[in-house]
């Protein structure tokens, strides 16, 4: 029985070193960042999983749990997906039954070009509607000629104790950022969110360098997964795709 194990061991070690040899990538010699950043099939390889989510769909068969706003669908010019209303406070629709963990939210976002009314992202890692991580977007500021508003495009939050007041005040320029080249601050837009805890990284459009890269500041390394639209916001939403990683 020992020479079995032994053997299968064995099998298995020299079947991982004949795939490193015939690879690209050393991954004993990669650094965390690189790691994260490399969208290769060795992340298939190792459990990657790929699910496109039909917001459409899951909101006409009431798979999608909805606080403080009203959703519509809609399926106009190659999209289908969901529209929120507008209202004070936050907005949520949680995805039921889905837990979210380390992986890459991808998803088109359109928001409104009116001053302080359009905030829209995704919540993660969410206890229920008032404890979560989210990235959002501030669209109104995508193209602004203030220079200052220009830098609060895109928004990392982990509530309910690091709000982006808190952290504009304590951590000014660190939690909130630019997108560059900007876009059209009144269309869709294409969101990828890349969580492997704490380290985020967001992308906008084709962009290949992130607009924002942040570490998460709580410990929470699991949990919900929704659309968020912020105080007086409405804001639509497609084409949601979620690759999942350990």
């Not at 404890?131 to 982990?158: E, T």
């Not at 660190?174 to 805890?197: C, M, N, Q, R």
């Not at 659309?227 to 990683?245: K, M």
């Amino acid at each position: 029985m020992k020479l079995t194990k032994c053997l299968s061991i064995s099998l298995v070690l020299l079947t991982l070193y004949n795939y490193g040899q015939s690879n690209l990538h050393d991954f004993s010699v990669i650094k965390a960042d690189e790691w994260f950043l490399q969208k290769t099939d060795s992340l298939v390889a190792i459990g990657q999983q790929t699910v496109h989510y039909d917001l459409h769909d899951l909101a006409e068969n009431h798979q999608l749990q909805v606080i403080n706003r009203e959703i519509k669908t809609f399926s106009e010019k190659g999209k289908r997906g969901v529209s929120f209303s507008s209202n004070e406070n936050n907005g949520i629709a949680w995805l039921q039954e889905l837990a979210f963990s380390n992986g890459i939210i991808e998803l088109d976002i359109k928001g409104r070009d009116i001053l302080q009314q359009s905030f829209v992202g995704i919540a993660f890692h969410g206890k229920d509607e008032k404890i979560f991580d989210a990235i959002y977007f501030r669209p109104f500021n995508f193209k602004s000629s203030d220079p200052v508003r220009n830098i609060h495009a895109v928004q990392y939050v982990s509530l309910p104790n690091n709000d982006w007041k808190k952290l504009r005040d304590e951590h000014n320029g660190i939690y909130e950022k630019a997108v560059l080249p900007a876009p059209d601050p009144s269309g869709w837009f294409h969101a990828t969110i890349e969580v492997h805890f704490p380290l985020i990284k967001v992308y906008v459009n084709s962009n290949k360098e992130p607009s924002l890269t942040v570490e998460q500041l709580n410990t929470v390394k699991s949990g919900r997964i929704g659309l968020w639209v912020g105080n007086n916001s409405d804001g639509s939403f497609a084409n949601l795709t979620i690759r999942t990683f350990n």
